[in-house]
């Protein structure tokens, strides 16, 4: 109910540190055996304020994927051009880079949102359409550099897998691996795809 009237500043605060709440809830709990209760106690309001601003646990999760999806739009678009040497290969290990800590910042709600996906088609349809805009930017910036035989969709599909897997698992503990050294990696693998070693 919120998100469709402006709030005052102290609204505003009272509706983040909701969102802060279901965010922690959803990373020790999970989405589905999070509860309203539970995100209400964490952040020392009322089952009334909470209902003022969302009508469901589903609803509050919303806008917090919703906030990574933008956060995910920005990301794309400020991928620069791709170019080859060590200038390129810098300028795309810091892209990877911001990648990463966004997953790292966000860890909560991409893991709650992953296991949404399976259970609700509204969020397997939001998943798809930022991995969609997503793609679609690293399709505009593979396409001016790929080598012939290099389809740029096929070839921006894979670096979003890649991308989005190994962070995934990283966020999640099911890999342990130096974030540093899996940046670099990366960042070698992808312009070594497209520029050759």
């Known amino acids: 109910p919120a998100q469709r009237r402006e709030l005052r500043a102290r609204g505003q605060r009272t509706m983040r540190k909701l969102l802060d709440a279901g965010s922690d809830v959803f990373a020790t709990k999970g989405y589905h055996a999070a509860r309203v209760d539970d995100i209400v106690k964490l952040a020392r309001t009322s089952h009334g304020t909470f209902y003022l601003y969302f009508s469901n646990k589903e609803d509050l999760f919303r806008v917090l994927a919703g906030e990574v999806a933008d956060e995910m739009q920005i990301l794309a678009e400020s991928l620069g051009p791709l170019v080859p040497g060590s ?3 810098a300028a795309l290990r810091d892209w990877i880079q911001r990648f ?4 790292e910042n966000n860890g909560p709600v991409v893991r709650a949102w992953t296991e949404a996906e399976m259970a609700s088609l509204e969020f397997g349809r939001l998943g798809t359409d930022v991995l969609t805009k997503f793609t679609r930017v690293l399709t505009e910036r593979i396409r001016t550099v790929a080598p012939p035989g290099i389809d740029p969709v096929i070839a921006a599909l ?3 897998a890649m991308l989005e897997r190994l962070n995934y698992y990283v966020i999640s503990n099911q890999v342990r691996i130096d974030p540093a050294q899996m940046v670099e990696s990366l960042a070698r693998v992808t312009h070594a795809a497209l520029f050759g070693a």
């Open 87 to 89: 200038d390129g290969r």
């Open 100 to 103: 990463a800590e966004l997953y």
């Open 158 to 160: 894979a670096l979003v």
